[in-house]
């Protein structure tokens, strides 16, 4: 397929610093795109490894990194309220859309308002209108992001708090601070993990990419998610290729899904066979190509075929 | 009773156990998808389609004669969905979260809400589950608000299944909060054990009771186990790792259909489910 210009290319354009990423995404998650990243993190050549999937960052568990720098996230803010200074008249219960407020039995018998931080979005809205001034609007600590020296080089990668929301904005900073490293230590490539589906944080780790991989299974649940994370694609006109995870559990349904995507205009750029040494090199903390098994092979001819070794021209 | 199925990532096989508890539960079961971003649970459970029905968030529009451009709207939204530099503000829908602060700090009630579709519900009666879908639209970045609509879908009686989002963030928060018992669902890798701390902690926090089913059991270690001894955890059950039942689930058939000899684990599942003692709190 034409390789398309990138409309959304993100500030600082990674265009001009000659910086590419391949952001490797699943639709569906749990289709082993962690372990095709990782292993395509160890195939590239001086790549620095971004793990976007940051509501389960499980790359680490593969590439051993070494945290040289931790950073708390902040995003948004959380409305608390004052119990001491709250009245009870129930004006932030009655405005919150998010079912974040409880009434409960106030200390001197009367009624008093409590925030579920887990369900607050944090609009605001309580805070503007209660008429005590009760209701206090910190800044909210989501996570924290880590700088990293793994087996395959600078990593960075993240924890995202429990609950927290806007993993978004987390998943663009992890590839700003990968972009910059890229550029600091002279590095072209980006390898990233990115995250399931094709919410908010999938979008963010997509915008201005050079090349987007979707790793799928030939599953009836695989094969209805390629169709939305390839519109997806389609949508932020971004490169987009697919590869078949386990092909041979269900060879009518891998033809199948390579029709698709290539009709999507998607380019098919391999198979990987069912191999149960995925989980026996998980289980020594390493990425399939750094051992002998059968579908590493598989993965190389991926990494091939995928061509990102050695950037198109412009 | 609702019993949310969920797992700190995907692919540990939680439509698997949420599609097959739903049809040995059967007699009246409400299966909500809550896995907005990819529902796939019709695929296991084919039956009638309802119409589908479009969910929508309350977005503010802007009176152009009324406003005087004071930019009281975009000081106050957390979101920067609404944007005034001096000018009449200009609205950006997909980042709008529909709070309707904007509306009600404008002096000049000069802020309408209208609706903006930001996916559908779709109802399937599958022969005794009535299946509620939540589908969310291709770039609607914030899937909340649609999950708490199918979320409210649920009978006040009978029995309801949540299939809720993998991960621990927010869209887990809303399909899983009210409910009554977490199954976590993972495998026995060392990606399975991070996620489900990830995912045991989230539950906590919710102070929800759960349970642990362990799917492919047998394809890694013991840590897994290890882990819920520790915690306290009951393991509810085990899945083998079969490679049949991978292949069943490829074709989209349920593995207690196209595999019958696996009935009767998932049969004491669902018994374990049904009859958890809420004093088993995780
Ligand atoms: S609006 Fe303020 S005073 Fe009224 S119940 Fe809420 S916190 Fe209390
Ligand atoms: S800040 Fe918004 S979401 Fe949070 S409690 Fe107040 S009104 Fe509800
Ligand atoms: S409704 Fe809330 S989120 Fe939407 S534009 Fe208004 S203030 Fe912002
Ligand atoms: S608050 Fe009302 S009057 Fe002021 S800029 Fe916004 S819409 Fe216009």
Same mark, same amino acid.
């Given at each position: 397929m034409p390789e398309r210009r990138v409309q959304t290319a993100p500030a600082g354009g990674a265009r001009r610093t000659g910086i590419r990423e391949l952001v490797v995404i699943s639709g569906k998650g749990g289709t082993g795109k962690t372990s095709v990243a990782a292993a395509l993190a160890v195939l590239a050549e001086r790549p620095v490894v971004a793990d976007c999937d940051v509501d389960a960052a499980d790359l680490h568990l593969l590439l051993s990194p070494r945290v040289e720098a931790r950073h708390g996230f902040r995003a948004g803010h959380e409305a608390v309220i004052d119990g001491g200074r709250c009245l009870g008249c129930g004006e932030c219960f009655r405005l919150c859309r998010y079912g974040a407020i409880e009434r409960t039995a106030g200390p001197a018998g009367g009624a008093a308002c409590v925030v579920d931080p887990l369900a607050c979005e944090g609009c605001g809205v309580c805070v503007r209108f209660c008429p005590a001034g009760a209701i206090a609007f910190p800044e909210r600590t989501c996570g924290e992001w880590m700088v990293s020296r793994a087996r395959t080089g600078p990593m960075v990668h993240a924890r995202l708090g429990v609950a927290a929301e806007n993993s978004g904005k987390l998943v663009s900073l992890v590839r700003q601070e990968a972009r910059r490293l890229a550029a600091a230590e002279g590095r072209t490539t980006v390898i990233v993990d990115g995250p399931p589906g094709i919410g908010c944080p999938v979008i963010a780790s997509l915008t201005g990419a050079a090349q987007v991989l979707v790793v799928t299974e030939p599953t009836v649940a695989g094969e209805h998610d390629l169709a939305r994370v390839l519109a997806l694609a389609g949508h932020f006109d971004i490169p987009a290729a697919v590869c078949v995870n386990k092909w041979d559990i269900n060879p009518q349904m891998t033809w199948r899904i390579e029709d698709a995507a290539a009709a999507a205009g998607a380019r098919v750029v391999g198979r990987i066979r069912h191999d149960p040494g995925v989980t026996a090199a998980q289980l020594r903390q390493l990425t399939v190509v750094e051992t002998g098994t059968a579908c590493a092979e598989d993965v190389r001819a991926l990494w091939r075929q995928l061509g990102f070794a050695n950037p198109n021209e412009e | 009773m609702i019993v949310a199925i969920a797992s700190g990532k995907g692919g540990t096989g939680k439509t698997t156990v949420a599609v097959n508890l739903a049809r040995l539960l059967g007699g009246g079961v409400h299966l909500l998808d809550c896995d907005v971003e990819e529902p796939n649970d019709h695929l296991f459970l084919p039956g009638t389609n309802g119409a589908a029905e479009p969910v929508t968030l309350p977005v503010p529009e802007v009176d152009q004669q009324r +406003?005087?451009? +004071?930019?009281a709207c975009s000081d106050f939204c957390a979101y920067h969905a609404i944007v005034s530099f001096g000018i009449k503000p200009l609205v950006f829908p997909e980042l709008c979260h529909g709070c309707g602060g904007c509306a009600l700090v404008c002096p000049r009630q000069a802020i309408r809400e209208v609706p903006r579709r930001i996916g559908e519900i779709r109802t399937v009666e599958a022969g005794g589950v009535t299946l509620v879908q939540g589908r969310i639209d291709v770039g609607v970045p914030s899937s909340p608000p649609l999950i708490r609509a199918v979320r409210a879908r649920a009978p006040a009686q009978g029995m309801t299944l949540v299939d809720a989002p993998p991960g621990t963030s927010c869209p887990v928060v809303a399909a899983v909060r009210g409910a009554d018992l977490v199954v976590l669902v993972t495998e026995p890798t060392p990606f399975g054990l991070h996620d489900l701390e990830l995912a045991v902690a989230l539950v906590r926090e919710l102070g929800i009771p759960c349970g642990v089913v362990i799917n492919r059991a047998g394809s890694g270690d013991d840590r897994v186990h290890a882990f819920c001894r520790r915690e306290g955890l009951p393991i509810l059950a085990q899945i083998p790792d079969d490679r049949r039942i991978a292949e069943a689930c490829s074709r989209g058939r349920l593995v207690v259909e196209a595999l019958p000899e696996y009935e009767p684990l998932f049969r004491q599942l669902s018994g374990r489910v049904t009859h958890f003692a809420p004093t088993q709190r995780c």
């Open positions: - | +406003c005087d451009a +004071c930019g």
